[in-house]
């Protein structure tokens, strides 16, 4: 363990973690209701670790709802939501419900504009998705950032279509979601799996994002999941590094599969796992290619790196 607490969070660190964790505390292992999710939220933002909040996961679906509990954020602590999609199984489906998830953030992003925004969508893609649906996405969507999720053995061949789709574009809008575990030990990719992403994603220069497992910052055994859980010191660090240094995917998974946190030093001048380094400028670059991840707690990533003696 690292010997002893920080008494300020360095610049590398916060450059890693800035915005990085979207609140999930509406789905497993927490489970929340909208209500105490949201009033968790309301704290959160209020926090002196908000410069680690992203969104708060909200599902398309539940928007009507949400917008009862307003008053709890101000427009100085307004409510950020990642807009989640419902997952369909063929392309059919797939357009069907991104129209009505597209209407939906429309009417929700007016419905108060001082203390709600929409920062972006996630959403499933079926295996029959290809670039003209893609196209049909866009149009839909408009401007609003997407995240499209398909399972880690997909990966590769997911984001090459979204990279393509994107190349043709001044801005990639599009990029892709890795799911990184869940609650129980099949949910959870191999960190082959995870490497073979941030490599692909680093070379098409593709933004992407996590989510579930990342509870932690160092991967570590979980006996609730009986298996290894990654870490998301691991995680994000391996992207930028990788990105930074043109790793191959062997070299990204001994960094993923380190769990001894002494291996992580930040600095205000630099991020560095062993001997391996990358200065803050550069660190700011690559995290507009690595978002965030999803998390339903807050609490618990920030309690572990005060453990650590990170924050």
């Known amino acids: 363990m690292v010997s002893s607490p920080v008494m300020a969070v360095s610049a590398s660190l916060r450059a890693l973690l800035n915005q990085a964790i979207d609140y999930a505390g509406m789905f497993p292992p927490c489970a929340l ?8 939220q309301a704290s959160y933002v209020r926090s002196s670790e908000v410069w680690m909040l992203n969104g708060f996961v909200l599902p ?18 307004p409510l950020r939501v990642a807009a989640l999609g419902p997952k369909t199984t063929s392309v059919e489906s797939f ?7 597209g209407a939906a953030i429309r009417s929700y992003s007016r419905s108060d504009v001082n203390l709600i925004s929409v920062s972006h969508l996630e959403m499933f893609l079926p295996d029959d998705v290809d670039s003209v649906s893609l196209k049909v ?18 990966a590769e061949q997911t984001i090459a279509l979204i990279a393509g789709y994107n190349s043709d574009k001044d ?15 099949d949910a959870f990719p191999t960190s082959a799996q995870i490497a073979r992403a941030l490599v692909t ?3 098409y220069q593709l933004p992407i994002k996590f989510t579930a497992g990342l509870h932690h910052p160092i991967q570590q055994f979980r006996d609730e999941v009986k298996t290894k859980m990654h870490g998301f010191l691991n995680v994000l660090g391996a992207a930028v590094l990788a990105a930074e240094h043109q790793w191959e995917a062997d070299q990204t998974v001994m960094m ?15 991020f560095m796992w062993r001997d391996w380094k990358i200065d803050v400028e550069p660190l700011q670059y690559r995290r507009k290619f690595v978002r965030s991840f999803g998390s339903c707690s807050f609490d618990e990533p920030r309690d572990d790196l005060r ?5």
Do not use: C, I
């Open 137 to 154: 996405a866009s149009a839909v969507v408009g401007e609003l950032p997407v995240f499209w999720e398909a399972p880690p053995e997909r």
């Open 201 to 203: 994603a680093a070379t």
């Open 33 to 40: 209701a909208l209500e105490p999710a949201l009033r968790n």
């Open 307 to 311: 453990e650590l003696g990170f924050l």
């Open 60 to 77: 398309v679906g539940q928007f009507d709802a949400a917008t009862k509990f307003a008053s709890k954020f101000d427009s100085s602590h």
């Open 256 to 270: 993923l599969e380190d769990e001894d946190p002494r291996s992580f030093s930040f600095t205000d001048d630099f």
């Open 171 to 185: 801005m990639a809008k599009f990029g892709y979601k890795l799911r990184t575990g869940g609650v129980t030990a």
């Open 95 to 101: 357009r069907d419900a991104l129209e009505n998830a």
